[in-house]
């Protein structure tokens, strides 16, 4: 008959379907197995990754070091988030001696207490960090330029590595990355004479640094470490109030909030508004002030 096609079943019979129709195959061969193994698999490692969170057996301690298969993975997921994220990265023209200077100064202010430097060993809270800072003098060999930058300007998480790109102006963050690939080349002889030629002042800002996100803001300022706050992710701490409701209120330490500008001028200089406040001077920048209070006013 026109228009009509037979398939055979398994009992020998034959049955007619609409011409140009495909008869519907369930797949049960070796790829779907696969599929099935690969499932069981991951259900069972993912069980058994609940279990030992919830067990506590995985020893979080400082004092010993990662299983061998942790480490690895660590390491190799490290560097290949930093090449990713390094592909962003437009780097400027070649380093000048003056720029040298001040990464060298920066370097020293900030850096050698967790890493050391030729000639200076770190700092003794920095040897009991887990992961151990590197020493960067082979940093030079591991990075790119790129790479290096993106390290120092945005940090990496748990691992101590604090992000500088809301502390120092980008053309520090560049010095820094140019002088640790120098670093390679330098005797502690050549770092004494150095560190006694360049004034302690190179480091200092010479232009504005970057407002950061509002989010980052309350977690780059440590507001998280006393406070909770909506919509940031951060740890269960009681130390300062609960900065939900914001909107609500009509005092701020005691004093009339009539507005954002008074809790952006609270949040800048607590100090200068109440004298004595147990809440420290942050060096919030006026622009980050008055971001991150005027988040914490808007309507939820």
């Not at 962003?88 to 380093?95: D, K, L, M, T």
């Not at 591991?142 to 809301?166: F, Q």
């Amino acid at each position: 008959m026109k228009g009509r096609t037979e398939d055979s079943t398994d009992d020998g019979t034959r049955t007619r379907r609409p011409a140009g129709t495909r008869q519907s195959r369930v797949c049960t061969g070796p790829i779907s197995r696969r599929i099935a193994a690969g499932l069981v698999f991951a259900g069972l490692a993912g069980g058994l990754a609940a279990f030992l969170v919830d067990a506590g057996l995985y020893d979080v301690s400082a004092t010993r070091q990662h299983l061998r298969p942790t480490f690895f993975l660590l390491e190799a997921g490290l560097h290949a988030s930093v090449r990713r994220h390094a592909r962003a990265v437009n780097a400027p023209g070649a380093s000048t001696p003056a720029s040298l200077d001040q990464g060298m100064r920066c370097f020293l202010d900030h850096c050698s207490q967790c890493h050391g430097a030729p000639g200076i060993a770190p700092e003794p809270f920095a040897r009991g960090l887990l992961p151990l800072p590197a020493s960067l003098v082979q940093a030079a060999d591991d990075w790119s330029r790129e790479e290096l930058y993106w390290i120092v300007t945005h940090g990496l998480k748990m691992t101590g590595m604090p992000a500088w790109r809301y502390r120092l102006e980008e053309e520090a963050l560049w010095a820094v990355t140019d002088f640790l690939r120098t670093l390679p080349g330098v005797t502690a002889e050549r770092l004494r004479e150095w560190r006694e030629a360049v004034p302690e002042s190179a480091c200092e800002s010479r232009a504005t640094r970057p407002e950061a996100p509002v989010r980052a803001a309350f977690t780059q300022y440590a507001c998280t470490s006393c406070h909770r706050i909506p919509g940031v992710v951060g740890p269960d701490v009681h130390v300062g109030p609960s900065l939900d409701g914001m909107r609500d209120r009509r005092y701020v330490a005691g004093m009339p909030m009539r507005g954002p500008g008074d809790l952006a001028r609270w949040i800048e200089r607590p100090s200068a508004v109440r004298p004595g406040t147990l809440m420290p001077d942050l060096g919030v920048t006026p622009g980050d002030a008055r971001a991150m209070a005027d988040y914490l006013l808007a309507p939820r």
